[in-house]
């Protein structure tokens, strides 16, 4: 095998066992379950602020990358100190319905789908670490090309630096907790706000997600709702459980 492949297995063989071992399923497990009561309850809100921002730029990022692959624009990303946000793009597909439905989808699975990304990444210390300086990197990215609010020019940064940071400078021990933490509180990020899962309107801003995806397949939005909330617990434990296959 050429040198570069040898290297490429290396990184994904060279595991941190008792990272792993020491944090514990059945405690993230638990995270996860009080993570999504904690987000219905008064005041849970304030117990999660920082997650919930983070759980916010994954959704919108999600509507604006998939524009991106799609061939359309990802025009400018606003994130408010309520905790929502807005995602504007452009999009030119051939696609048909099939297009903008795909973007709308994007944002509410986008935050299981990268939690279970940052999940699988702790089964390597050296993936581990890596994700987290990508991920960091990328907070602080996405503010100088896409972010146009006055919060999300505070928060966003400060996100990217403090998850940069762990990345850098702490302990195996550290970023393992770290990213299966996170890893954990964007899946269950779905269950922030269940109830705009199963609404038809977003407010002042039109449309639902899965409202829209009703207008472009028809199928109810509370049929989307339920399917998108279902596929978040299910990605969340299927990557639990690769992680802590022996």
């Known amino acids: 095998m050429s040198e570069p492949g040898r290297n490429f297995d290396k990184l994904f063989t060279d595991e941190a ?21 904690l987000w219905q309850i008064p005041g849970g809100d304030y117990i999660l602020y920082p997650f919930t921002i ?39 597909s051939s ?56 919060f999300g020019f505070v928060a966003i940064p400060l996100l990217g630096l403090m998850i940069l940071g762990i990345g850098l400078k702490t302990s195996q021990w550290v970023q393992g907790f770290a990213i299966q933490f996170l890893g954990v509180q964007a899946c269950v990020s779905t269950y922030h706000q269940l109830n705009y899962l199963f609404s038809q309107n977003a407010g002042p801003l039109g449309l639902s997600d899965t409202a829209q995806m009703q207008k472009y397949l028809l199928l109810p939005y509370w049929f989307w709702g339920g399917l998108m909330a279902i596929a978040s617990v299910i990605i969340l434990f299927q990557s639990l459980r690769i992680t802590y296959a022996k």
């Open 17 to 37: 066992p008792p990272v792993v071992e020491r944090m514990g399923l059945s405690w993230l497990v638990g995270a996860a379950i009080a993570t999504a009561i």
């Open 54 to 92: 983070l759980a916010t730029w994954f959704h919108e990022m999600g509507h604006g990358l998939m524009a991106l692959l799609l061939g359309g624009q990802f025009q400018k990303l606003q994130i408010f100190s309520n905790g929502s946000g807005v995602a504007t793009y452009a999009l030119r």
């Open 95 to 150: 696609l048909g319905p099939i297009g903008p439905f795909l973007v709308a989808a994007a944002g509410p699975m986008g935050p299981p789908l990268a939690g279970a990304g940052l999940i699988l990444a702790s089964r390597s210390f050296k993936v581990t670490s890596l994700s987290l300086k990508i991920l960091g990197g990328f907070l602080l990215v996405s503010t100088l090309i896409w972010v146009r609010s006055w």
